[in-house]
T-cell receptor, first 114, second 111 residues
Framework: DAMVIQNPRYQVTQFGKPVTLSCSQTLNHNVMYWYQQKSSQAPKLLFHYYDKDFNNEADTPDNFQSRRPNTSFCFLDIRSPGLGDTAMYLC?????????????FGDGTRLSIL | SQQGEEDPQALSIQEGENATMNCSYKTSINNLQWYRQNSGRGLVHLILIRSNEREKHSGRLRVTLDTSKKSSSLLITASRAADTASYFCATGLTNAGKSTFGDGTTLTVKP
């Protein structure tokens, strides 16, 4: 089945130690998104790629960066994680860019910063 | 700032009962989507309703949209324990290419 896969499912890292989360998709979708979701809150969009074009949300901290080396893979890099970055990180894809496009989500990476 | 706000924040019902969740938003939208999130999992797309539609059905789901009141409701009929999840509305703004999620309603269906 076509799907969005995130690795790892759980990640524990130390304060200030760089961490990379990965996402892969077999849907061949043009758009890939990264969301941060804290407990009992809405998913918050960090950035998205439309093909190779990167679009950062205005309030995404500089500490968060992303790479999309090809259509299938997208990475979220947190350069110097702080305690406030503890959250679930969700990757999603959509066929095209547009508010009416259904998004397909992975099961997330639960990140804990100690 | 958040575009959609769900109400209630939490809802607990017995199996077989209907569950209704509401979403209100502030500015004009092109469409509104509902998603479900089971605990510890990603979101799953349920249904999309466009601004020129008033009602849409999918299985046991019924979604309504009232653009004059800037609100939408999601009705789940004959609920099952497996419907226990958080439900989010996502509003697609008229001049934006992406959707914004509300804080969600946590639904618990007791067997």
């Amino acid at each position: 089945d076509a799907m969005v896969i995130q690795n790892p499912r759980y990640q524990v890292t130390q304060f200030g130690k760089p961490v990379t989360l990965s996402c892969s998709q077999t849907l061949n979708h043009n758009v890939m998104y990264w969301y941060q979701q804290k407990s009992s809150q809405a998913p918050k969009l960090l950035f998205h790629y439309y093909d190779k074009d990167f679009n950062n949300e205005a309030d995404t901290p500089d500490n968060f960066q992303s790479r999309r080396p090809n259509t299938s893979f997208c990475f979220l890099d947190i350069r110097s994680p702080g305690l406030g970055d503890t959250a679930m990180y969700l990757c999603a894809t959509s066929r095209d860019l547009g508010a009416g496009q259904p998004q397909h989500f992975g099961d997330g990476t639960r990140l804990s910063i100690l | 700032s958040q575009q959609g706000e769900e109400d209630p924040q939490a809802l607990s019902i017995q199996e077989g009962e209907n569950a209704t969740m509401n979403c209100s938003y502030k500015t004009s939208i092109n469409n509104l989507q509902w998603y479900r999130q089971n605990s510890g999992r990603g979101l799953v797309h349920l249904i999309l309703i466009r601004s020129n539609e008033r009602e849409k059905h999918s299985g046991r789901l019924r979604v309504t949209l009232d653009t004059s009141k800037k609100s939408s409701s999601l009705l789940i009929t004959a609920s099952r324990a497996a419907d226990t999840a958080s439900y989010f509305c996502a509003t697609g703004l008229t001049n934006a290419g992406k959707s914004t999620f509300g804080d969600g309603t946590t639904l618990t269906v007791k067997p």
